[in-house]
């Protein structure tokens, strides 16, 4: 079956704009995470969803990021007043619930983000 | 605070070696999952294997096998006769109760032919 879709795969912007990312996860699967990769690193937790609601958000850095899944499904991820300091790559995972602890998340290829 | 610490950042073997990758965790809870994943050069995380932390028994999958002990709090991973596709990023994490995996920050294995 279809596995985690994220678009766009590429997206370079300026420093000061607006940019959404988007991603489809697994059909069935009710549980969404997204996270931030940076050059180097590990992949670092942003925020998750069980549903439409935000489960916990506790990884977005700054009120500038802000994420929805309005009807549960397909979710975007929203950054305002881009700055450099943004660039990194966005992954989002899908897995079938939250609740059973040892569910594994499947990723997406993820958005390479430029902030110029 | 929990926390995955992946000392090596680059390892460096020869194809047919054996390869281990080591991973430490941090946490409080007693109710805990470990994870590795495999992130090849086209950048997507592939999910290896998990353990919770109540089941210490080591595990063997083909070419790979991982060792969980809970009194070193330690996660590691053994390649086998290692092969030039096994280059990647290896990445170990932790996931708590609350969902959310918390990764260390990568070895970079490269096997050469």
């Known amino acids: 079956g279809a596995g985690v879709s994220q678009t766009p795969s590429n997206k370079v912007t300026e420093k000061g704009k607006y940019v959404e990312l988007r991603c489809d996860p697994i059909?069935?699967?009710?549980?969404l995470y997204w996270y931030r990769q940076s050059l180097g690193q590990g992949p670092e937790f942003l925020i998750y969803f069980q549903g439409t609601g935000a489960a916990d958000d506790s990884g977005l850095p700054n009120d500038r990021f802000f994420a929805v899944r309005p009807e549960g499904s397909v979710s975007t991820l929203k950054i305002q007043r881009t700055e450099r300091g943004d660039s990194a790559v966005y992954l989002c995972?899908?897995?079938?619930?939250?609740?059973?602890?040892?569910?594994?998340?499947?990723f997406g290829p993820g958005t390479r983000l430029t902030v110029l | 605070a929990q926390k995955v610490t992946q000392a090596q950042t680059e390892i460096s073997v020869v194809e047919k070696e054996d390869v281990t990758l080591d991973c430490v965790y941090e946490?409080?809870?007693?109710?805990?999952?470990l994870f590795w994943y495999k992130q090849p050069p086209s950048g997507e995380l592939v999910f290896l294997i998990r353990r919770n932390s109540f089941d210490e028994q080591n595990e063997i999958s083909g070419r790979y096998s991982w060792n969980f002990q809970k009194s070193t709090s330690s996660f590691n991973f053994t390649i086998t006769a290692s092969q030039v596709v096994d280059s990647a990023v290896y990445f170990c994490a932790l996931r708590i109760n609350t969902g959310k995996l918390i990764f260390g920050q990568g070895t970079t294995l490269q096997v050469k032919p």
């Open positions: 059909s069935g699967h009710t549980a």
């Open positions: 946490t409080r809870d007693t109710t805990y999952y």
């Open positions: 995972a899908s897995s079938l619930s939250w609740t059973s602890g040892d569910n594994e998340q499947f």
